[in-house]
């Protein structure tokens, strides 16, 4: 159970429950994936290493927010702080036709999303894509 891919797989595939449920009785089920392509933004924050994170988002894009160690009181969302010192309060995950659409919901959805010292790496993830993946014309 990787973070990520986890949270991107239990999004993007239709049948996950047959599979982990055939897997564990030695039969192999193909993956069925709702789209060919996926983008996982992680989603981090200093001051969440030693106090409880309140993190903000639209509910609009509730379905595109993975939130781990979370806690929902009076109608908002905190992450726990760990003992083992984790800046990690959650990820953006969409999925689309074309990477190129996967950036754009990517971005929407981080316009919806605040919180105290959020930061993302979403630059470069944008170059990794564009400067390395772009070039095999097939990933675009």
């Given at each position: 159970?990787?973070?990520?891919?986890?949270?991107?797989?239990?999004?993007?595939?239709?049948?996950?429950?047959d599979?982990?449920?055939?897997?564990?009785?030695?039969?192999?089920?193909?993956?069925?994936?709702?789209?060919?392509?996926?983008?996982?933004?992680?989603?981090?924050?200093?001051?969440?290493?030693?106090?409880?994170?309140?993190?903000?988002f639209?509910?609009?894009?509730?379905?595109?927010?993975?939130?781990?160690?979370?806690?929902?009181?009076?109608?908002?969302?905190?992450?726990?702080?760990?003992?083992?010192?984790?800046?990690?309060?959650?990820?953006?995950?969409?999925?689309?036709?074309?990477?190129s659409?996967?950036?754009?919901?990517?971005?929407?959805?981080?316009?919806?999303?605040?919180?105290?010292?959020?930061?993302?790496?979403?630059?470069?993830?944008?170059?990794?894509?564009?400067?390395?993946?772009?070039?095999?014309?097939?990933?675009?």
């Amino acid at each position: 159970n990787g973070s990520p891919p986890s949270e991107l797989y239990t999004t993007m595939m239709t049948n996950l429950g047959d599979v982990i449920y055939y897997g564990s009785i030695g039969e192999l089920i193909e993956p069925k994936y709702i789209s060919n392509f996926g983008m996982q933004l992680k989603l981090h924050s200093e001051f969440a290493l030693k106090n409880y994170y309140n993190i903000y988002f639209d509910n609009s894009i509730r379905d595109n927010i993975f939130l781990p160690y979370s806690c929902k009181i009076n109608d908002k969302y905190y992450i726990v702080p760990q003992e083992f010192c984790n800046n990690y309060v959650g990820s953006i995950v969409v999925y689309g036709e074309s990477v190129s659409e996967c950036i754009r919901k990517v971005e929407k959805c981080l316009s919806k999303v605040d919180g105290i010292g959020l930061e993302t790496n979403i630059e470069r993830a944008k170059y990794f894509i564009e400067e390395i993946l772009i070039k095999d014309k097939n990933f675009y």
